[in-house]
């Protein structure tokens, strides 16, 4: 999906942290997405994103501003969720998908208010990354309190 990091065919460390890096990425794409839905992204949501952001950039040695801007950029130039799912469904163990759902959900309540579309959105990825609506609850709870 990303071409910041391109996938080699043969499997080895370096292509499964590189993998690791893409899927922190489509993470925190997905929780840009939640922080916009609502119309605004507050300071708290911004501090958040900033956070995921800097873990990723001293992973693979690049500057968080240009991280930013790829994800920035990848947000502004989508159309659809579907790549991200498609990637999220092959690559994502199930602990994995909650940790997704967990970034979400501490996103949308950063700023310390629920925006109906913020939950939408979280619920919606929830169910095309098929997990539970009990365990998506659980999750909410969690990242509020």
Do not use: C, P
């Amino acid at each position: 999906m990303f071409k910041f990091f391109k996938k080699e065919k043969k499997v080895n460390s370096d292509s499964m942290e590189k993998l690791s890096f893409e899927l922190e990425l489509t993470a925190v794409v997905l929780a840009y997405e939640v922080a916009r839905s609502d119309g605004e992204i507050s300071k708290e949501e911004l501090s958040v994103l900033m956070l995921e952001i800097e873990n990723i950039a001293n992973k693979v040695g690049r500057d968080k501003n240009e991280i930013w801007s790829i994800i920035d950029t990848y947000s502004k130039d989508s159309v659809s969720f579907h790549e991200f799912i498609e990637d999220i469904n092959k690559n994502y163990s199930k602990d994995q998908k909650k940790d997704l759902l967990k970034t979400l959900w501490k996103t949308a309540f950063a700023d310390g208010k629920l925006d109906v579309d913020e939950e939408k959105l979280v619920r919606r990825v929830a169910d095309l990354i098929k997990i539970k609506g009990i365990e998506v609850l659980k999750l909410k709870h969690d990242a509020k309190n």
